[in-house]
């Protein structure tokens, strides 16, 4: 089993930074896959950014790319998220899913078999 716990979601300003923490605890080492996913209001979830064990894949949704950063520290058993040049379209709740398959459509949420239960991530404009 695997739990995982998000933290680091807040109000911020649009333009602001911010870091989002997934703690992990259980079989944290089983675990091929650690992704970011995020879900606003009326909105289906949507794929944030994924990696693997080594720490080294990672795989951004196409309208993330260049202000996410998905890292992982398996010392710590945590993944984190930051966010830069936040904008009120990033306003959600961020969830952490892991999956300990391998060979999956990361990008979809029913492959994953472990979740947090979300952090909020609030933007003012």
């Known amino acids: 089993q695997v739990q995982l716990v998000e933290s680091g979601g807040r109000l911020v300003q649009a333009g602001g930074s911010l870091r989002l923490s997934c703690a992990a605890s259980g079989r944290f080492f089983n675990i091929y896959v650690v992704s970011w996913f995020r879900q606003a209001p009326g909105k289906e979830r949507e794929f944030v950014a994924r990696?693997?064990?080594?720490?080294?894949?990672?795989d951004y949704g196409d309208s993330m790319k260049g202000r996410f950063t998905i890292s992982r520290d398996n010392a710590k058993t945590t993944v984190d998220l930051e966010i830069n040049s936040l904008t009120p379209e990033d306003a959600a709740v961020y969830y952490c899913a892991a999956t300990t398959y391998g060979g999956r459509h990361y990008r979809v949420p029913g492959n994953y078999d472990y979740w947090g239960l979300g952090t909020q991530v609030t933007v003012s404009s």
């Open positions: 990696v693997d064990r080594s720490g080294f894949t990672t």
